[in-house]
């Protein structure tokens, strides 16, 4: 019963680490990405993976679901894009940057990890590499976004 509360406990934890670190001009500059790049599109991977393809099953990890989402899981992710954002944000260096795109999909495999020995997630025809290339997908292409919109600390590119 009490693991129905983790998702709930890890977006606020994320959500005060959030606010912790990032100051808050930059969480509203960086708000709709979370809601999109974090809430959106943890929802659509959790109900592909879940309820489309069945790679993966959450199991009593959240206090409330739609059509079989945990949505304080998904939320969590807001908190987290926001983070990630800044970070970029504020870089200056080609190093950081590859190192902070690999660590927050080290992040969220380590957090699967975590789900599966505790059995609050059940990988079927799925694995936590798996898991990793497809968050090193996800924020990738938030830092594409984040280079084409000019908001990456380190300036990639071509000098004229």
Known sequence: MITYFISPVIFL?????????????QILKFLNLGLIGGLVVALVLIYFMQNFYGYWDFVNIDIWHFIEIPIFLSAAWIPVVIIFAHFLNKIDYLSPLIFIILIFPAGATFLHYLFIYFDLLAYSDWNLFYTFLVSLGIHSGITYYLFIRNQLGVKIGVKQ
């Not at 934890?13 to 001009?25: A, D, G």
């Open 13 to 25: 934890f994320l959500l005060i680490i959030m606010f912790l670190i990032v100051p808050y001009t």
